[in-house]
């Protein structure tokens, strides 16, 4: 299985500020990576695919790149619905796999 | 509007058995592939199984091989995951997701249900 690391695991930030989330695989899976968004309570929705491409309905200050081993989100300029947990996600081969997540929380 | 609703999720004894269901709408259901992926109190994602659009192919991890079977009826528009042999670790919420393309396996995950909770214990 692939598995992946994500840094960092707990991120304090203000609202404003730019934050970049990145994601390690432990081997290349070309651009087959996501990123989601998890709020409290709810279900996780879909940021990014295919490691820069964002999904329609996403705010423009997302952003993702990246491919190969090593990826980013960045977030430009953070919001107050910003402040989530972020999942990276490999969908190059099975088992898929998730990242362990980073918590974006208020500074 | 494309939306996920799942059920069947509830309290059941180590050894136990259930069946979750997922039934889709919006959407053309037999086009897609879907997925099972749940979540621990507290804990990250885990990806959990795959079944291809027509149901030809089928994907586990390796925590829930043997012993959890994905299906589907795409003439009810609906996804189920059989979980038998539960044990305490499978506690977790479990939501179905769909593919973001057609044609292919590999792909992430567009739509997602709002779960069902999963609860092992005696």
């Known amino acids: 299985a692939i598995w992946m690391t994500q840094s960092p695991s707990l991120l304090s930030a203000s609202t404003g500020d730019r934050v970049t989330i990145s994601c390690r695989m432990s081997q290349g899976i070309s651009s087959y990576l996501a990123w989601y968004q998890q709020k409290p309570g709810k279900a996780p929705e879909l940021l990014i695919y295919?490691?820069?491409t964002l999904q329609s309905g996403v705010p423009s200050r997302f952003s993702g790149s990246g491919s190969g081993t090593d990826f980013t989100l960045t977030i430009s300029c953070l919001q107050s619905e910003d402040f989530a947990t972020y999942y990276c996600q490999q969908y190059y081969s099975f088992p898929f796999t998730f990242g362990p997540g980073t918590k974006v929380d208020i500074k | 509007q494309v939306q996920l609703v799942e059920s069947g999720g509830g309290v059941v004894q180590p050894g136990g058995s259930l069946r979750l269901s997922c039934a889709a709408s919006?959407?053309?259901?037999?086009?897609?592939?879907m997925h099972w992926v749940r979540q621990a109190p507290g804990k990250g994602l885990e990806w959990v199984a795959f079944i291809r659009y027509d149901g030809s192919n089928k994907y586990y991890a390796d925590s829930v091989k043997g012993r959890f079977t994905i299906s589907r009826d795409n003439s009810k528009n609906t996804l189920y995951l059989q979980m038998n042999s539960l044990r305490a670790e499978d506690t977790a919420v479990y939501y179905c997701?769909?593919?973001?393309?057609?044609?292919?396996?590999?792909?992430?995950?567009?739509?997602w249900g709002q779960g069902t909770m999963v609860t092992v214990s005696s």
């Open positions: 295919a490691a820069s």
């Open positions: 919006g959407f053309t259901f037999s086009s897609y592939g």
């Open positions: 997701a769909k593919d973001g393309s057609v044609g292919t396996d590999l792909s992430a995950f567009d739509i």
